[in-house]
């Protein structure tokens, strides 16, 4: 009987050691230390029930179709966001106030397109208002987005554009590819592959496939029932999320 007793009582010993054991190594593992830095995102794309979409522009190098870009987005009643540099300001000036004269947003786009990963935390800040100052003296009012230079960001570089300039990161979740000089069809494709609702879609000026390409998209969009929108007026200023896709929601 004594045996059996001792057996018992080193067999619950046994168990409870293994419960404590379990719950040590489960709390090990969602422990997230002290100093631990959490991942910052740019705005990819936007959770939204309406069917809206945003189309943007990069520009940043020369102005080869600025009147067609425009002729083209006019008659179907679409305002786009053009991410300019500061130097394509300095260079093409008129351009820019063509955008924002025909109703598009101006966007900061970098004052001279470097790699932001690369930069001190200083030389970031003064490069990006750099370019703010000269889109505003170009058409009046400072630009309130930011999208960095060969889509490159890290946590720095949005903490720094974000907290230190109160002004949005934005990235894109559709990729034309127009700048592979594929042809129109692919980039209308790349496009249609992947829009959905809240989309941000990428193209950029100076390429001689792009206008027929967003004529293209534009009509094709807007058959099944989608509106092009400015990224300021679809993404949420407050109280929101970002999720590991990029994706901003509401809380």
């Avoid at 820019?96 to 970098?110: I, L, M, T, Y």
């Avoid at 554009?161 to 990161?169: A, C, F, H, I, T």
């Avoid at 034309?176 to 829009?195: F, I, T």
Wanted: proline fraction near 4%; hydrophobic fraction near 40%.
């Amino acid at each position: 009987m004594r045996m059996s007793y001792i057996t018992r009582k080193l067999t619950m010993y046994a168990a409870v050691a293994i419960i404590f054991l379990g719950i040590g190594a489960l709390a090990q593992q969602i422990t997230i230390p002290a100093g631990t830095t959490i991942r910052r995102l740019p705005i990819y794309s936007v959770q939204t029930q309406q069917k809206k979409v945003a189309l943007t522009f990069d520009v940043a190098w020369e102005n080869s179709d600025t009147e067609e870009l425009l002729a083209v987005l006019e008659p179907y009643g679409v305002k786009a966001t053009f991410f300019v540099t500061g130097d394509f300001c300095d260079r093409c000036g008129e351009d820019v106030k063509q955008f924002a004269q025909a109703g598009h947003d101006v966007g900061n786009h970098s004052d001279m397109h470097p790699h932001p990963n690369q930069l001190k935390k200083v030389d970031l800040l003064s490069d990006t208002k750099a370019c703010n100052r000269k889109i505003k003296e170009l058409i009046g009012t400072q630009p309130t987005l930011y999208r960095a230079p060969y889509g490159e960001y890290n946590s720095e570089v949005i903490a720094a554009v974000e907290d230190s300039l109160n002004m949005k990161v934005i990235q894109w979740d559709v990729d034309s590819m127009d700048w592979k000089r594929n042809g129109v069809e692919a980039a209308v494709q790349n496009v249609l592959s992947k829009v959905q609702s809240g989309s941000i879609i990428l193209f950029h000026n100076d390429l001689e496939t792009t206008v027929p390409a967003v004529e293209k998209v534009i009509r094709r969009l807007q058959g099944q029932g989608y509106e092009f929108v400015l990224v300021k007026d679809m993404i949420y200023q407050t109280d929101y999320t970002i999720d590991a896709t990029g994706r901003q929601r509401p809380n």
